[in-house]
């Protein structure tokens, strides 16, 4: 079956409009919790990078607590994205009904689902392998032919690496709906539908991605005109440029909830298109039993 890209993505748009309620009672919290997650654990991840572009080295310690927060972070955000794609699949898909004002189930789906991600990353792990030495056999095979053709051959095996993984990733997307579906892990399920869809599913992912874009485009001028304005307003007599610069720390923090705010509206607009684009593509592709539509 041919799947239809504008069409999809305007019945997922529909979809959220129609049913927003339910949609906004699974992913508030989980966002919500993300954003903490990722607020609480960043500054430990970034101490090491921070002191590589400063010209220093970050002692063990600091490295290794960088590691376990990235771990830490990781293994937090696939909870919580198999708390979200769980709640909203299981009600398009099986028709669950969503009662509560929240949603932080973590119940058989939620945990084939973390299983699915499980696997993917061993997937994924087995990508970059084969990525790394894709590229370095590339490079030693140019180097030792004609070495000034290095950087083209090695662009080049990266997009080669990269269309790869996409193309992967693409097959087994529609893995989460089908095992919400069939109430059971299902990795060939996916790869039979997205047969001959590929394109289509990127298609979609990137006609979902303009509303956001957009919005991210108008924050993005609203955030430089604000720079430009603290520039110009800003008091620039009589003051030392420390002082000039604590005076735009200041004036930035007090805008940080509003980032904050954009960062969380954000993450629900994005989780809420691609979650019911993926349960909408699996049931024009395979379409199972049952769910509210």
Request: hydrophobic residues 60%; contains cysteine; positive net charge.
């Amino acid at each position: 079956m041919r799947l239809s890209s504008f069409c999809t993505a305007r019945a997922t748009c529909a979809f959220i409009l129609g049913h927003w309620r339910e949609c906004l009672r699974v992913l508030w919290l989980p966002s919500l919790l993300s954003i903490l997650l990722a607020w609480a654990l960043l500054p430990h991840i970034a101490v090491p990078l921070l002191e590589r572009l400063h010209g220093t080295t970050a002692s063990a310690y600091d490295r290794l607590v960088a590691a376990l927060s990235a771990l830490l972070l990781l293994a937090g955000l696939s909870l919580l994205s198999s708390i979200m794609c769980g709640g909203l699949w299981s009600f398009i898909l099986r028709g669950v009904p969503i009662a509560k004002p929240y949603y932080v189930g973590f119940g058989a789906d939620e945990r084939r689902l973390a299983i699915l991600a499980a696997l993917k990353a061993l997937l994924l792990f087995a990508w970059a392998s084969a990525a790394m030495i894709f590229v370095g056999a590339m490079m030693a095979l140019v180097t030792h032919i004609s070495a000034p053709v290095s950087p083209l051959v090695l662009a080049l095996a990266i997009l080669i690496s990269l269309l790869t993984l996409s193309w992967l990733m693409t097959r087994l997307s529609l893995a989460g709906p089908a095992t919400i579906s069939a109430q059971r892990v299902s990795l060939k399920a996916s790869w039979q539908a997205s047969a001959h869809n590929v394109a289509r599913l990127q298609q979609v992912a990137a006609l979902l991605m303009v509303p956001a874009a957009l919005l991210t485009l108008i924050f993005a001028l609203l955030l430089m005109s604000l720079a430009w304005w603290l520039s110009t307003h800003a008091p620039n007599t009589g003051v030392t440029a420390v002082e000039l610069a604590r005076y735009c720390t200041a004036l930035l923090r007090e805008l940080l909830p509003v980032v904050l705010l954009f960062f969380y509206l954000l993450i629900l607009l994005l989780a809420a298109l691609f979650i019911v684009a993926r349960a909408l593509e699996y049931q024009a592709l395979a379409p199972p039993p049952g769910g509210p539509l």
